[in-house]
């Protein structure tokens, strides 16, 4: 079928959704939200049998639904309708939710139903259940109501509320009044309820030291911070401590560290963006009224459980596997959080190991450089160029592993040098929803490092490795491990996949033909540093990147304006909105 995508942006659930339905031979082509005259045009250059709007915030105008089919991926059970539907599920502690596929008319979310697919809620943040239960039950819902549109006799269900099978309801916008947090009398378990329904957007509201932030990223601490807290007797709602620059808030029965802040009012100099909380705060941590002891919490033992406190990088060892855990949010690496990590592989690499296993984070492997990180700095192109050393000395420190063999296990989503980062490795495993965007040329044109012009091509051949910078367009891990640039897809639910990914690494680590792999490797390393030095390609791609930081043409910083500050898109890129492509478009019109 042809079908155009009608969407707010190219976001994770419409990747996953463009990537399952052209490999199932749809030809989809995509036009972001601009205005009703632009999705007009789309349509009448298009000539789509079906419009999808895999995530829409404004109404598709009449012009529209009344001469094609559009169907509206909401993310709700039946009957649910409105904008804040996952932040309504999480915060009245919905057992179970959903993903309905309705047709798009006059009233919001009110149209018939082609398809519903319901799952068990987990306890994540209202971004992750989107990125996995979601996006998975949006899969099947999707697919149902394709099926059902192409076998022609399928009468959707009008909603109705009368029907007592029908559990869902209209929510309007949730408001900040009903998401604030009352410090007397939230215990943590609520506060951390709270933050999740508002992550990753608005956020909670929150006064710290005399100025309104909101909150992101909480997490619950069981450990340290908690008898901190309960010894202490500090007053619920202060911050009694730091660590990896998350700020711990006392509750009345524990403790919740929150990462990431946003300046709720932002003035001129300030930035309006989600930056880390130490960060915003500086100096007014020590000043707020409540925290005159804010303790800067070490990095917890290794025999600490892995969920009894908070910090970004962990190690963990079993037997003669080492596993390396890192937890940035959004997937984004600055050039601290890459030192740090470059810091624990090489002492992981110290240890008593034969296989060392890099686990990234539970929500996304990487997305390279930390954009927000750098629009804040001094100087942008400064810290750009420093971020990408620091990437580029991390994949330095994985490849160069020649004691141990090296896994990357892909739990999450994995963009730009996030990627490329990831095939440092001797072998790459992902999950069978992991997405990945292996290139750069999105962030206005930006080349990119992180030695991707050795570890790309060698994987899967420069042609391909042309195409897949070329196109900018998202790969699954499914195509990933068919072409080659990865080695291996798991099709597993979450934890079913750190249990395999562990399994496949323990006979690794007893094979009898380990030393021989390990020298084999070494061998062909060596091979490969006599045809072209690491350090060449390093100082080839940086010439490029220089120019992209600090050269005439501000693309680069452009395009990072906008992504970070999230303003609202111009147009659509050409490589998404192929009825817009002049070679596509002739053909069609031929056709
Ligand atoms: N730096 C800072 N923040 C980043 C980031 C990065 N490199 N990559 C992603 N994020 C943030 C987004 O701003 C967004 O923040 P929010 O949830 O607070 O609004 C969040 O991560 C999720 O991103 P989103 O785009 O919604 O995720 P997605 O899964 O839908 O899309 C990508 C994934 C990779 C397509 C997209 O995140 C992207 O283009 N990232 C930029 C990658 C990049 O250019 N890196 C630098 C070059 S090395
Ligand atoms: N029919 C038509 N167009 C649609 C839908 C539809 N467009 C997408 C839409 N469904 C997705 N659902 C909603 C439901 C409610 C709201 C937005 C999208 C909503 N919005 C507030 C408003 O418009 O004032 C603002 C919300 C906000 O700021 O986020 O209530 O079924 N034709």
């Known amino acids: 079928m042809r079908i155009l995508f009608l969407t707010h942006g190219f976001n994770s659930l419409t990747q996953r959704l463009y990537i399952e339905l052209t490999t199932l031979g749809h030809q989809v082509s995509i036009e972001f939200d601009i205005n ?5 045009q789309a349509v009448a250059l298009f000539k789509p049998e079906l419009i999808i709007a895999p995530f829409l915030k404004r109404p598709i105008p009449e012009s529209i639904w009344r001469e094609h089919r559009c169907i509206i991926v909401h993310p709700g059970i039946k009957g649910d309708r409105g904008p804040s539907s996952i932040d309504w599920a999480i915060m009245t502690e919905q057992k179970s939710w959903g993903v309905t596929c309705l047709e798009a008319v006059e009233e919001m979310d009110a149209g018939d ?8 809620m987990s306890c994540a943040s209202k971004s992750s259940l989107y990125r996995n239960e979601v996006t998975e039950a949006a899969v099947e819902a999707v697919t149902l109501t394709l ?10 269900e009008p909603l109705n509320y009368e029907d007592p099978t029908i559990k869902g309801q209209w929510n309007g916008l949730m408001s900040q009044e009903l998401r604030s947090i009352d410090w007397r009398v939230d215990d943590s378990e609520t506060v951390f309820k709270k933050i999740r329904a508002a992550d990753s957007q608005p956020g909670v509201k929150e006064t710290i030291a005399g100025r309104e932030y909101y909150l992101y990223n909480a997490i619950v601490d069981n450990d340290e911070a908690k008898a901190l807290s309960n010894q202490s007797n500090a007053q619920p709602g202060s911050i009694i401590a730091t660590r990896d620059r998350a700020v711990c808030f006392a509750t009345i029965d524990g403790a919740v560290w929150v990462t990431h802040l946003r300046l709720a009012s932002a003035t001129d100099g300030e930035f309006s963006f989600k930056l880390p909380a130490t960060y915003l705060l500086g100096e007014q941590i020590q000043r707020a009224p409540e925290s005159a002891r804010v303790m800067d919490l070490p990095l917890a033992p290794a025999d600490v459980p892995l969920h009894a406190t908070w910090q970004e990088i962990r190690y963990r060892q079993e037997g ?24 624990a592989v090489a002492q992981a690499k110290e240890e008593k190991i034969k296989v060392l296993v890099l686990l990234g984070g539970a929500e996304y492997w990487s997305n390279g450089i930390h954009l927000n990180q750098i629009e804040a700095a001094q100087s942008p192109a400064e810290e750009s160029w420093s971020n990408i050393n620091a990437m580029n000395d991390l994949c330095l420190e994985i490849i160069n592993t020649p004691k141990q063999m090296t896994f990357v296990a892909m739990q999450g989503n994995a963009g730009a040098g996030g990627v490329f980062m990831a095939l440092s490795a001797n072998k790459v495993l992902a999950r069978h929803s992991t997405i990945l965007n292996p290139h750069y040329k999105s962030m206005g044109n930006l080349y990119g490092s992180e030695y991707w012009t050795y570890l790309l091509p060698k994987r899967v051949g420069p042609d391909t490795a042309m195409t897949l910078m070329h196109n900018r367009l998202p790969i699954s891990a499914q195509l990933g491990a068919e072409i080659g640039l990865i080695d291996e897809c798991i099709n597993a639910s ?18 009898t033909e380990l030393a021989q792999q390990i020298a084999l490797k070494n061998l062909q390393r060596e091979k490969d540093e006599l045809g072209k030095p690491l350090a060449q390609y390093r100082e080839e791609e940086l010439t490029q990147m220089n120019l992209n930081f600090f050269g005439f043409d501000p693309s680069y910083h452009v395009a990072r304006y906008h992504f970070v ?4 898109k111009a147009r659509t890129p050409a ?3 192929n009825h817009r492509n002049i070679t596509a478009a002739t053909q069609l019109a031929e056709a």
Request: with cysteine.
């Open 36 to 40: 009703d005259a632009v999705a007009e």
């Open 320 to 343: 003669e596997v080492g596993y390396l855990h890192f937890d940035f949010y959004n997937g984004a690496m600055d050039t601290q959080q890459c030192q740090r990590l470059q810091a």
């Open 575 to 577: 490589y998404l909105a």
């Open 494 to 511: 979450r934890d079913d996949f750190v249990q395999q990914v562990k399994i496949k690494a323990q006979q690794v680590a007893k094979s």
């Open 565 to 568: 500050e999230k303003l609202p």
């Open 147 to 156: 099926e059902r549109i192409e076998q022609g006799e399928y009468q959707p």
């Open 113 to 120: 139903i082609w398809a519903s697919v319901e799952f068990p």
